[in-house]
């Protein structure tokens, strides 16, 4: 099993700011088979990136993902109020399928 | 549009059994895989497993391997996820989810609202 290890766990962070979350894995990830979620508190996860880079639909383009093999970048370039929830990452190349614990970004 | 609508929330006894679904519209159900994710109370995501729906081909996390089982009735597009015997270990949101491509190696687009589920004596 592919374990995914998000750092760090909070940042704080205020509006404006860029945010970068890091998504480590144990073992290489095929293929970048890498996304990125966000989850607000009482919501459905959302789904920002797949395949490591490529933003899902109608998400903007201050969210960017970056990286391959076993270290993965979530990028939030500017920091809108409704950026602050927790993201999680996701490999979805190899079974069982596995997510991050999660990185919470919090107003500071 | 693509909506994905789970049965309400549910609280049970230690040892009941439970089946909640997840009913599907506004895409052809039997070509996209479905699964569904855990989240225990103030905790993260857990994969559990998916299933096609078009031949019933089911893959479990190990860790959920023999705790539940999935299934879909094609018929009216709808997944369940069911339990024989409940724990309170069980206590968590409970989401199903579609595969934003046909293609099994592909995640989560697509989610329902959550269901609640509380075991507890």
């Known amino acids: 099993e592919i374990v995914l290890t998000q750092s760090p766990g909070t940042l704080s962070l205020s509006p404006g700011e860029r945010a970068t979350l890091s998504c480590r894995a144990s073992q290489s990830v095929s293929s970048s088979y890498l996304a990125w979620y966000q989850q607000k508190p009482g919501q459905a996860p959302r789904l920002l990136i797949y395949g490591a880079s490529s933003r899902a639909t109608g998400i903007p383009d201050t969210f960017s993902g970056s990286g391959s093999g076993t270290d993965f970048t979530l990028t939030i370039s500017r920091l809108e109020p409704e950026d602050f929830a927790v993201y999680y990452c996701h490999q979805y190349g190899s079974s069982p399928r596995t997510f991050g614990q999660g990185t919470k970004v919090e107003i500071k | 549009e693509v909506q994905l609508v789970q049965s309400g929330a549910e609280v049970k006894k230690p040892g009941e059994s439970l089946k909640i679904s997840c009913t599907a519209s506004?895409?052809?159900?039997?070509?996209?895989?479905i699964g569904w994710v855990r989240q225990m109370p103030g905790k993260g995501l857990e994969w559990m497993g998916i299933?096609?729906?078009?031949?019933?081909?089911?893959r479990y996390s190990p860790s959920f391997q023999g705790q539940v089982t999935i299934s879909v009735d094609k018929s009216i597009s709808t997944a369940y996820l069911q339990w024989s015997s409940l724990k309170a270990s069980d206590t968590a949101m409970y989401y199903c989810?579609?595969?934003?491509?046909?293609?099994?190696?592909?995640?989560?687009?697509?989610w329902g609202q959550g269901t609640l589920v509380t075991v507890s004596s």
């Open positions: 299933i096609h729906p078009g031949d019933s081909e089911t």
């Open positions: 989810a579609r595969l934003s491509r046909a293609a099994a190696v592909n995640p989560f687009d697509d």
């Open positions: 506004g895409y052809s159900f039997t070509s996209y895989w």
